[in-house]
């Protein structure tokens, strides 16, 4: 999670923004950790009506899939960026830095599972797609599109058969073979289970999720410094964006599928289509037309389609804004530079303020204060880090231990 936002020493064509650290790369960083804060406070459903609340419709799914395409775009910039992986010596040392950093970060995940937060927590999941991205950290450009292009279209259509031909097979699978929790240290006593969930079955499938790494890992070795490059972006998200939007919506107007879920669910028809929204209750993904709807955390087509476009757009706007803004985006450049600082930070937050024990679990205190104190603490600790220059303390551990074992780097 301590991704690099360093360009890669080549030469520029155009109007370029020099800079030896991409700032709009943070940037778009701290807004999607601000869009999994807010989710993870304010509430995604209207409690009366069921419809989607405004944080619901914003920020469910897109900040999660913003976070790990940066996550592929950050892994790009550390292995060269624009300017390719270098010798093999060097693959080698970056590959050491980090498999070490990821699994570091899972560990994080796994202690931190034991707070009282009611969040899906990422991190385990995280260093996993860290995992899986170090045979390719050697791959220029277009390999790494083909890739990201061939997850981003197959990958749907390999989760609904593998949990479809597991469902078939296995009695309860849903049920059974789901934590239904954050992974925690207990987990690792049960790793059937816990690869199951990791991989098909959890709140962040890794059938899916390589979609969003690969994609940021293409994006990253692109020339993010060069204004038509952002631009290029930021288009083409939202053509990706609002096209998937509009097939999601469609599908839930013109055809069934909200009654048949009712009837099957039980509830009412209002609160299925809030919850399709927001995420809470996936459709029946035995059904086809499961593949046409933009349901958040789903992993369907238009799901992945619509939250690959909604990263870029938001990265090609943040590469484009951030650097004219100068000093005034800072304090948002800072909290981008330290997320597994400031994303453990806020679950140590939310455990004081849900744990019924917790310093800061009293009526005085609702969603709202919690929601502008986390917002003003990642602000204050981005001005800070900007002040500073320096890591956040657990970037600086991760860092420190990646180098410490991976030794001096390659020239």
Not at 17 to 26: L, M, P
Not at 94 to 102: G, H, L, Q
Not at 361 to 375: C, N
Request: glycine share 12%; proline share 5%; with cysteine.
């Amino acid at each position: 999670m301590d991704s690099p936002s360093t360009a890669g020493a080549s030469p520029r064509r155009g109007p370029t923004r020099r800079t030896s650290r991409i700032s709009g790369v943070d940037a778009a960083r701290c807004l999607a950790l601000l869009g999994m804060m807010t989710v993870h406070v304010i509430s995604t459903t209207d409690e009366f009506t069921g419809d989607p609340t405004l944080a619901g419709w914003l920020f469910t799914g897109r900040p999660s899939a913003l976070f790990a395409l940066l996550a592929g775009v950050g892994l790009a910039l550390l292995s060269g960026g624009a300017a390719g992986a270098g010798s093999r010596e060097r693959v080698v040392w970056n590959r050491k830095v980090v498999a070490v950093r990821a699994l570091l970060i899972m560990v994080i995940g796994l202690a931190v599972a034991a707070l009282e937060t009611s969040v899906a927590i990422i991190l385990v999941h995280y260093g996993v797609l860290f995992l899986l991205a170090l045979p390719f950290l050697s791959l220029g450009v277009k390999p790494l599109l083909g890739l990201a292009a061939g997850w981003v279209l197959l990958a749907p259509l390999a989760f609904r058969w593998v949990y479809t031909g597991l469902a078939e097979d296995i009695e309860g699978f849903a049920v059974t073979w789901r934590l239904w929790h954050s992974p925690g240290f207990a987990d690792l006593l049960q790793p059937e289970l816990l690869a199951m969930d990791l991989a098909v079955t959890g709140y962040y499938p890794l059938l899916i999720w390589p979609a969003y790494l690969f994609t940021g890992m293409a994006v990253g070795r692109l020339r993010l410094t060069e204004t038509a490059v952002a631009v290029r972006l930021a288009v083409v998200g939202a053509l990706l964006a609002a096209s998937s939007w509009l097939v999601g919506q469609l599908t839930l107007v013109t055809s069934e599928v909200v009654s048949d879920l009712a009837r099957t669910s039980g509830l009412p028809e209002p609160e299925v289509r809030g919850e399709l929204q927001t995420g809470t209750l996936l459709p029946i993904i035995e059904d086809d037309r499961w593949f046409l709807l933009a349901t958040p955390h789903s992993g369907t087509s238009m799901d992945v389609l619509h939250t690959v476009g909604t990263s870029l757009l938001v990265l090609g706007v943040c590469l484009l804004v951030t650097d004219r803004l100068g000093r005034l985006a800072a304090p948002v450049v800072g909290a981008g530079a330290m997320p597994l600082t400031l994303y453990v930070g806020h679950l140590v937050v939310l455990h004081l303020w849900r744990d019924e024990g917790g310093l800061l679990h009293t009526d005085a205190i609702g969603s709202t204060e919690i929601m502008v104190s986390l917002v003003l603490a990642a602000l204050a600790g981005g001005t800070l880090q900007q002040l500073l220059g320096r890591r956040g303390p657990l970037e600086a551990v991760t860092h420190a231990a990646g180098v410490g074992v991976a030794g001096r780097r390659p020239q």
